[in-house]
């Protein structure tokens, strides 16, 4: 059996694990688990549009309401504009060194929440303070290398965190949004609600709530043009191509008309595409292999 890190291990000493095998366990998933390569982050028009609505309710301090069909990147904006994919990773249970608090999450102060589908009461009170909380004492750690509220006070109740956002807000039902809204009361910082067309609608049944929310912001889909620029950058034209690049320029035009500016589709298909090219032995990205890796796809038909 392999030594034991006992400083970095539940185990016993001697004792292998099996306890796992044989006995009922949930997940562990108090950290995230590591992020497969994803490509870059594209900042489209949709996105600049988001990041000044959130600095809005950020520093105004109101609730701001976002919604948008599924798939144009919502929740993508939101997390890219809260830095929480570095967060995640940084403050992993199995991180052994923490190292520096990550720059996009001590400059965005944002905490990120998104509530199970069948989010009870208690999970939403303790929920939405746990992760507010955990980002003020970020800021305290990365100024004064220590994380003690009773020396630095401004951390308490979660003092230092400007913006929560909260994700599928559609799944909160008339309690839970009670519970943001007395929430939000008891503290001094914005609050983004992300939800599905539709939302804001809902809301406005909810007088107490939606009278404090200042700002709106609809998650459009993104235009032809900027998905083309897009794609142009995601997948390049082979160059010195005999055409000219015209099956290229005639592939993306298709992609663009099948995905209609959803971003989620376009991740998809893009997948199928590079799936068939590896089956086929091909490089180039032409009308036929787009057709091929649609026809794999509930899309475009």
């Not at 950020?58 to 994919?85: E, F, M, N, Q």
């Not at 520096?100 to 303790?126: G, H, M, Y």
Request: net charge negative; aromatic share 8%.
């Amino acid at each position: 059996m392999p030594p034991n890190d006992s400083g970095h291990s539940i185990l016993n000493k001697g004792e292998d694990g099996r306890r796992f095998l044989t006995q009922d366990f949930g997940e562990v998933n108090s950290s995230a688990p590591p992020r497969p390569d994803l490509p870059p982050f594209q900042t489209t028009r949709e996105h600049r549009r988001f990041t000044e609505f959130a600095d809005s309710v950020r520093a105004h301090r109101y609730i701001g309401l976002c919604w948008g069909p599924p798939g144009v990147g919502k929740t993508l904006s939101a997390r890219h504009y809260g830095g929480i994919d570095e967060w995640e990773q940084w403050h992993s249970l199995f991180t052994e060194d923490l190292g520096p608090v990550p720059p996009r999450v001590l400059e965005a102060r944002t905490a990120f929440f998104t509530p199970t589908v069948a989010a009870t009461t208690k999970q939403i009170d303790q929920g939405l303070p746990r992760v507010c909380q955990k980002i003020s004492f970020a800021v305290d750690f990365a100024e004064h290398g220590v994380v003690d509220p009773y020396v630095h006070t401004e951390s308490r109740s979660s003092g230092r965190t400007e913006l929560l956002i909260i994700d599928e807000a559609d799944r909160l039902k008339t309690t839970g949004l009670e519970q943001v809204r007395d929430f939000y009361d008891h503290h001094h910082m914005g609050v983004i609600l992300i939800g599905m067309p539709g939302i804001e609608k809902r809301l406005a049944r909810y007088p107490q709530l939606y009278s404090r929310i200042g700002f709106a912001h609809e998650y459009r889909q993104l235009t032809a043009d900027e998905l083309t620029a897009v794609l142009t950058t995601r997948v390049p034209a082979a160059e010195g191509a005999a055409d000219g690049g015209v099956a290229h320029a005639t592939a993306v035009a298709t992609i663009v008309r099948i995905t209609g500016g959803n971003f989620r589709l376009v991740d998809r298909l893009l997948t199928q595409i590079k799936r068939v090219q590896t089956v086929n032995g091909l490089d180039a990205l032409t009308p036929e292999v787009v057709e091929a890796a649609r026809d794999a796809l509930l899309i475009g038909h």
